[in-house]
């Protein structure tokens, strides 16, 4: 599953959190844990076998883009 966070800028996000815990707003992670929220979930509908096929085959593509063709 994918959890999309509510806020776009992340980086800006986590230091809020970051500073917010040091600071002794939360007790702990836990506590942050249990506050978050997202704006929006995906769960993965593709079977896992159909999956691990297209993984292998843009695997190989990648492969293919990075030989060298000998003279």
Not at 6 to 23: D, M
Not at 50 to 67: H, I, K, N, P, S
Request: aromatic content about 8%; glycine content about 6%.
């Amino acid at each position: 599953p994918i959890n999309v966070a509510p806020i776009p800028e992340t980086t800006a996000l986590g230091a809020a959190l970051l500073a917010g815990l040091t600071s002794g707003i939360w007790q702990d992670i836990a506590e942050l844990e249990s506050n978050w929220v997202p704006a929006i979930s995906y769960e993965p509908r593709m079977a896992a076998s159909e999956r691990e096929r297209l993984y292998t085959g843009w695997r190989d593509a990648v492969r293919r883009t990075q030989t060298v063709p000998s003279d």
